[in-house]
């Protein structure tokens, strides 16, 4: 698999963890944020903006708040990549247990830095069902 798109899939993996279970650790929580360049940006399909410090207060602030959520993602598509960035795209379904499902439409970029892949700039927008 694209190491991008395996990338977000591991990362939603500890979003679905940090956001959707109570007991989740700490360092569940540091391993999703270390991935994320501390110029990051994202503008959440509210249109409301998220820096680096806002997005770390978000997630400490929201652990646990989203038991049971599920999240789905599909239809990856890599938009361009050199060797400093990469941009990709993906769908995000996010199903809950008594909340109606969502569908947003991301816009990645990746930045390289040191050997790692970070989170530059996430742009999302919701979709109809």
């Known amino acids: 698999m694209n190491r991008y798109f395996q ?3 591991d990362a939603h993996h500890l979003i679905s963890d940090v956001l959707g279970k109570q007991e989740t650790s700490g360092d569940k929580r540091l391993q999703l944020l270390s ?3 501390h110029g990051f940006i994202m503008i959440a399909p509210t249109g409301a ?3 680096h410090q ?3 207060d978000f ?3 929201q652990q646990g708040s989203r038991p049971g959520l599920k999240i789905t993602l599909f239809d990856f598509i890599l938009i361009a990549e050199d ?4 941009i990709i795209a993906y769908k995000e379904r996010q199903d809950f247990p008594d909340k109606p499902s969502t569908i947003r439409y991301s816009t990645l970029v990746f930045s390289h830095k040191q ?3 970070q989170w530059r700039h996430l742009h999302e927008t919701f ?3």
């Open 59 to 61: 997630f400490e602030q």
């Open 127 to 129: 979709l109809p069902l």
């Open 115 to 117: 050997g790692r892949l």
């Open 35 to 37: 991935r994320f360049d």
């Open 7 to 9: 990338e977000v899939i």
């Open 49 to 51: 903006i998220f820096d």
């Open 54 to 56: 806002q997005l770390v």
């Open 83 to 86: 060797e400093k960035n990469a």
